[in-house]
């Protein structure tokens, strides 16, 4: 167990619709970071946030929206949704954005 | 773009150490070399980590050239637990440094 907690673990969605991933990072973690992974696919770099801030983006797509509130739990924001968005979503968490990071279990996105 | 060259799969007898290889010759001086699995659709999950020296830690060990331009982690006593994606990843520690994972190796433990 990681420490990082992600939820829902599995959602099923229509194309169209829009949906919230949530993730609490580790006790003390101040950075989050977003990955998709499509099947078989690499682990996709989206978006980092320190400390409620944004610090590095990566290809994330303009439907894609995300926050890191000040609790510091994380939210990926994904809306329209397409087929193609079908993917795990990681996040993970570190003690700053320098240090090794952790992941949680993913949430499994379908989109049919 | 990843800036780390591996294998994409190797093989390894269970019990025995398993040896991954990772080529960063475009490697910077304050980059640090980092290791991390994924054991089928799990998250990623951090090994070892280093600048210059050798380093071990209770999963593995971590060997860097003298020029740094490669790596090798070495699992000592693979098990078929150890059957995954290893991604070797070059970064600088910086407040804004994403971490960008590449293909990685699959390694495959064989009973």
């Known amino acids: 167990d990681s420490g990082v907690t992600q939820t829902p673990k599995h959602l099923i969605t229509a194309t169209g619709q829009r949906v919230t991933l949530r993730c609490s990072p580790r006790?003390?973690?101040?950075?989050v970071y977003w990955y998709q992974q499509s099947l078989d696919q690499g682990l996709q770099f989206l978006i980092q946030y320190y400390n409620g801030e944004e610090r590095a983006k990566g290809n994330i797509l303009e439907r894609f929206s995300a926050q890191q509130f000040p609790d510091l739990h994380s939210e990926l924001n994904l809306s329209s949704l397409e087929l193609g968005d079908s993917a795990l979503y990681f996040c993970a968490s570190s003690v700053e954005a320098k240090t090794e990071a952790f992941f949680g279990q993913g949430t499994r996105l379908t989109v049919v | 773009d990843a800036k780390t060259t591996q294998p994409p799969s190797m093989d390894c007898a269970e019990g025995r150490a398993a040896n991954l290889p990772c080529n960063h010759s475009t490697i910077s001086g304050n980059e640090y070399v980092y290791w991390y699995r994924q054991i089928h659709s799990q998250g990623p999950q951090y090994i070892i980590h280093g600048l210059k020296n050798n380093e071990t830690n209770e999963m593995a060990s971590l060997i860097i050239t003298e020029d740094r331009k490669s790596s090798t982690l070495i699992l000592p006593h693979a098990t078929l637990r150890d059957t995954a994606v290893y991604y070797c990843?070059?970064?600088?520690?910086?407040?804004?440094?994403?971490?960008?994972f590449g293909k990685g190796t699959r390694l495959h433990i064989l009973p």
């Open positions: 990843i070059v970064r600088v520690r910086s407040a804004d440094d994403k971490i960008i």
């Open positions: 006790s003390g973690d101040l950075s």
